[in-house]
Structures are given as structure tokens and as C-alpha cells.
């Protein structure tokens, strides 16, 4: 029976996940107002909700990829330069950074076996977040038709993944004035109706059982979907290459 809390807890974990707050919030909304109204938002609310908190799950996984590939050209490169070979310093870096992913096993086994690492490093590049493994690829490629230095172009390739991605963090900082706009615009209502309850007006009852409240509803939900997206959508474009 003890040996089963655990797993129990670890499925409930996995479960309640974050966006079913949204419907909870809405329970307590919904109890109120006395009105079905806030579940069916709610219940909306919720995919939504997933789908922008899974889409901030992978920015977190790119940024957390783009970074390990980084380290992981700067790990070749100092093998290299301390007299390793080229597949012993991939070896290396791979348990190292953990930057090659699913591909691992395929490269390692092209730089151990004789074959097409290049080729093997494009496959990995495929991954979100893993872009830069195509600079080694090319890099590697150069090296094995010229001969010349992979070290070097590795610092080099390594130079341009990091300002690259200093540069965008930069510009995140600069934006991160224009999201908090975008997030006092969507608390902004709510905190209208928690005045209005304040002062004894009952936002919610007029809002929720009278016909110009519902009105007002309808199209001030509108207005503030479409202000959100617009809003979003602009940050979004300053955001991009």
C-alpha cells in the first residue's frame, strides 16, 4: 500500500496541469454570478491556455538546445586543440552537453565507424534549437575534402551561435516592456469588475442576467480577444529574424 502513494502522486502530478486553472477560476466565477456562463468560458479557456503554455515549454527547450550546441562546439574545439581526434572530440562533447539529442547514437557511430559524420550532424541540425549543428556539419565537410583547421572554424562557428543568441536576448529585454503592456491590458477588466464589486455595483449579476450586460459582455470579450491578438501579433514581429 505505501509503494503506491508515490505512483498515485506522480499521476496526479502529470494530470493537473497548469491551464486547468482556468476552469477552476472560472467554478468560482460561475458560483458568484450565479451563471453557467463562466464553465463554458472556462472550458474554453483551457485549450488555449495548453496551447500557449506548451508553446513556452519548447521556447524553454530551443533556447535550453541552442545553448548546449553552443557548449558543444566549444568542447570540440578544445579537444581538438588539446591533441584528441576529431571522433574522440565529438564523443567527448556529446556527453558533455547532451547537444546531439536522438541523433547521438547515429553521429558517434559515423565519426567511429568511417562515415558520413557531415551528413549525420545535418540530420541532427533538424531539431528545433539545434540549427547550428549545420555550421559543424560544414564545418567538418570543409575539413575532410581541404584538410583545413577544424578548430578553427569551430571558434569561429561557436563566435557566431553566441552573438546570435546574445542578440536575441537582447532584443527579449528590449520587448519585455511591450509584453507587460500586453499583460495589463488583459488584467485591466478584471480589475474593472473587482472595483465594481467593491463599490457595491454587481458586475457580475448585471453582466450575467440582464440583456445589455450579456450585450456588453459579448462585445467587450471581442474587443479585448481581437486587442490581445493585435497586441500579441506586434511583439511577436519584433520578436522575429
Not at 547514437?105 to 559524420?117: E, H, I, P, S, T
Amino acid at each position: 500500500m505505501t509503494q503506491r502513494w508515490p505512483a498515485l502522486g506522480a499521476r496526479l502530478r502529470v494530470r493537473a496541469r497548469p491551464e486547468w486553472l482556468c476552469l477552476a477560476a472560472a467554478l468560482v466565477l460561475a458560483v458568484l454570478g450565479e451563471s453557467p456562463l463562466p464553465l463554458v468560458a472556462g472550458a474554453v479557456a483551457v485549450p488555449l491556455a495548453g496551447r500557449h503554455l506548451r508553446a513556452r515549454a519548447r521556447r524553454r527547450e530551443r533556447d535550453r538546445r541552442e545553448e548546449a550546441v553552443i557548449g558543444f562546439c566549444g568542447a570540440v574545439a578544445a579537444e581538438l586543440r588539446a591533441g584528441s581526434q576529431p571522433g574522440r572530440a565529438l564523443r567527448f562533447a556529446a556527453d558533455a552537453t547532451g547537444a546531439l539529442g536522438d541523433e547521438e547514437a547515429a553521429v558517434l557511430a559515423a565519426a567511429r565507424f568511417g562515415g558520413d559524420v557531415a551528413e549525420a550532424l545535418r540530420l541532427a541540425a533538424r531539431t528545433d534549437g539545434a540549427e547550428g549543428l549545420a555550421g559543424l556539419a560544414a564545418c567538418w565537410q570543409v575539413a575532410v575534402d581541404s584538410g583545413a583547421g577544424l578548430a578553427t572554424g569551430l571558434d569561429r562557428l561557436e563566435s557566431a551561435l553566441r552573438e546570435r543568441r546574445e542578440q536575441r536576448e537582447r532584443l527579449r529585454a528590449q520587448l519585455s516592456g511591450s509584453w507587460t503592456t500586453v499583460v495589463l491590458l488583459a488584467v485591466l477588466p478584471l480589475a474593472g469588475l473587482a472595483m465594481g464589486a467593491a463599490l457595491g455595483a454587481e458586475p457580475l449579476r448585471v453582466l450575467l442576467h440582464t440583456p445589455a450586460g450579456l450585450a456588453c459582455l459579448l462585445i467587450g470579450g471581442a474587443l479585448e480577444t481581437a486587442g490581445l491578438w493585435w497586441a500579441g501579433r506586434i511583439v511577436r514581429a519584433g520578436e522575429g529574424p
